[in-house]
């Protein structure tokens, strides 16, 4: 299987093979996430929980298929674990940098009141933002790596108990 | 993209018709954005009143989808309003989200069974 040179230190994998390697398209995507989503049913995650891990993970795999990679194609490297602090992402691409080099975490495109001037776009980072914590980017040796974290499973159980500030 | 559209005869408001369009597929995500779109163009061409896009079939819309639905309601001809029925949770979710749900008029349930009915 072609994989990602993680680069020096190997910071981007920590020495684990990905659990998932796709292309940058969007077919790619939805069996990814079926992939994904059939795997974490099978650890018992809810209904409403698979929803909102399908969609954080829909919403960073499309951002990389259409901005990082663009009509230059590419692969997407996907690791995750469950744990007793919920869901353990960790994504990366070799496509373009974000802009800035930063993730857009602060932004208001969609506090909007009229549909006059409704966006049709930008929605997508709104979205992991509200559904996604610990939301890191880094840009290494030439590698996007975007980790973040989903509080599902034993986690969102008791009150309190895993939850924790952006 | 599998949309199928339906006039129903309006009970509410006896002036004008309603124009049903049904979303078949379980999906409208980035894969499929722009051809909904553009059949969402096709099927409301020349439609007066109001159009309801009945979501009842729908498990899962990303932002992409998302945005072809507002895309949809903005190509309308002047005068028509885009009106959605029957989200599912993960979908409903997605509205509440991202305020679009002050933008939508939203119903619980698509119109339906009122064309062989007197009103």
């Known amino acids: 299987m072609p994989t990602l040179d993680p680069g020096p ?3 981007a994998v920590r020495g684990e093979a990905p659990a998932l390697v796709l292309r940058a398209e969007a077919m ?22 698979l929803g909102s891990v399908e969609l954080v993970l829909a919403e960073a795999l499309n951002n990389i298929v259409e901005h990082a990679y663009g009509d230059m194609g590419g692969e997407i490297q996907l690791w995750w674990t469950l744990g007793p ?55 290494e040796s030439g590698i996007n790596i975007l980790t ?19 | ?24 597929d379980p999906r409208i995500d980035a894969a499929v954005a722009i051809r909904f779109k553009d059949r969402m163009r096709e099927l409301t061409e020349g439609a007066g009143g109001r159009v309801v ?26 005068g028509v309003t885009l009106e959605l029925a029957a989200l599912m949770p993960n979908v409903d979710r ?5 305020r679009m749900d002050t933008v939508f008029t939203i119903h619980p349930t698509a119109p339906a069974g009122q064309r062989d009915r007197a009103c």
Request: charged share 20%; net charge negative; aromatic share 6%.
């Open chain 1, 85 to 139: 602090r919920g869901l353990q992402v960790r994504i990366a691409d070799h496509g373009a940098a974000m802009p800035d080099g930063k993730a857009p975490l602060t932004f208001g495109q969609c506090a909007v009141d009229h549909a006059a001037i409704v966006p049709e776009g930008g929605f997508g980072w709104f979205l992991i933002t509200g559904l996604a914590h610990n939301i890191v980017y880094r840009r």
């Open chain 2, 53 to 78: 896009l009945d979501l009842g079939q729908v498990e899962f819309i990303d932002s992409s989808g998302l945005g072809a639905i507002v895309g949809a309601m903005k190509q309308l001809p002047e």
């Open chain 1, 148 to 166: 973040f974290r989903v509080i599902v499973g034993d986690a969102a159980l008791p009150p309190g108990r895993g939850d924790s500030l952006l």
């Open chain 2, 94 to 98: 997605v509205f509440r989200l991202t």
């Open chain 1, 28 to 49: 790619a995507v939805r069996d990814a996430l079926a992939r994904v989503i059939d795997q974490l049913r099978g650890q018992g995650l809810g209904v409403e929980e």
């Open chain 2, 1 to 24: 993209m599998n949309l199928t559209a339906e006039t129903i005869r309006d009970c509410a408001e006896t002036t004008q018709n309603c124009l049903v369009i049904r979303a078949g």
């Open chain 1, 9 to 11: 230190g190997g910071q």
